[in-house]
């Protein structure tokens, strides 16, 4: 039987309209239209306002907290399925609720599953997400999961810098395999933080383990929450010889009182991608988009061709 080749169109969940619309424009699409209606009491329909029978439909929304996000995106596969489309590629460029994505006590969900089943119940065919918090999420899901890394971003950005003395640094033992890659890849040194926490976004106790005297340091993570780990790893490197610290994030979640921990470090940089849009402009931070790399992989996707150059760490 011959393939039949379906025609591609791209939509948005409201938090990312901004980022859908650099995506299509990448892409070389326009972004679908949709309507949001909205009920006095908070709930929410959204309409397909363009035909999308047998078409392959990329639906773009990060799924972070509060739950509005990812119920829409839910909504709008649901909407996607029951309009009789013939692909249903749900892009997360966040993948919310990912931090619990194990029991590390009893009685506890495991969040990320959750979330990952109920987008597969939804009816997504495919999913397009970025620096999972933890790889093996990938497991959780009986779909194709396309798991993209941000380092195809900051790599570059970081070699224009042209930094003498480079160190490449993880805020904590988790990150140390993010941290070892983005080392190799730079041929620098790496310096590992170890930390306790008193409970959730709460350090009691942070120790560094490795030499920063004379470096320029660069921390890794897959994204900045409250700014509580990555401001007091800079501190505590500038007070052990440090020359400059710098952080790469690529979810700035940036709640609670991230801003003013920003501006309060000794933090000489954060750079982060346009995966969740920032709440307030902070000259310490520098956005790189991500809206070429998704859509160059739903290019791809589209055409069934390889993404593993894709797959730099």
């Known amino acids: 039987m011959p393939i039949v080749k379906t025609e591609a169109k791209i939509f948005a969940c409201t938090q990312s309209k901004v980022l859908g619309e650099k995506i299509a424009k990448a892409f070389g699409a326009d972004l679908g239209n949709v309507i949001t ?11 397909y306002e363009e035909s999308i029978r047998g078409t392959r439909i990329f639906i773009i929304g990060s799924t972070n907290p509060g739950p509005e996000n990812l119920m829409e995106m839910l909504l709008m596969i649901d909407a996607a ?31 990320a599953k959750l979330v990952a089943k109920m987008l597969e119940a939804a009816g997504a065919t495919r999913i397009i997400t970025m620096d999972l918090h933890a790889d093996q999420i990938q ?4 779909r194709p999961v396309d798991h993209l890394f941000a380092s195809t971003i900051f790599l570059p950005y970081l070699k224009s810098l042209n930094l003498d003395n480079l160190t490449i640094a993880s805020p904590d033992m988790g990150g140390s395999k993010r941290a070892y890659a983005y080392s190799k890849a730079l041929g620098s040194d790496v310096v590992i933080c170890y930390k306790q926490r008193a409970k959730a976004n709460i350090i009691s106790h942070m120790e560094l383990i490795g030499d920063v005297t004379g470096k320029n340091v660069v921390l890794v993570d897959d994204m900045v929450d409250t700014a509580g780990t990555l ?15 710098r952080a790469i994030c690529t979810h700035p979640i940036l709640s609670g009182k991230a801003y003013e921990n920003l501006e309060n470090s000794k933090l ?46």
Not at 37 to 47: I, K
Not at 81 to 104: C, E, M, N
Not at 139 to 142: K, L, T, V
Not at 231 to 245: N, Q, W, Y
């Open 37 to 47: 209606s909205t009920y006095s009491d908070g709930e929410f329909q959204p309409s």
């Open 81 to 111: 399925k029951r309009a009789s489309a013939r692909h249903i590629t749900a892009v997360l460029p966040y993948f919310g609720w990912a931090r619990q994505d194990r029991k590390d006590k009893p009685r506890v969900p495991i969040a």
């Open 139 to 142: 497991g959780f899901f009986e």
């Open 231 to 245: 401001t007091k790893a800079a501190d505590l490197m500038i007070e052990r010889g440090a020359l400059s610290v």
């Open 268 to 313: 000489e940089e954060l750079i982060v991608t346009d995966s969740i849009p920032l709440s307030q402009d902070n000259d310490k931070i520098r956005v790189l988009s991500c809206a070429d790399l998704f859509a160059e992989v739903m290019n791809k996707v589209h055409n069934n061709q390889s993404i593993s150059s894709k797959f730099v760490m």
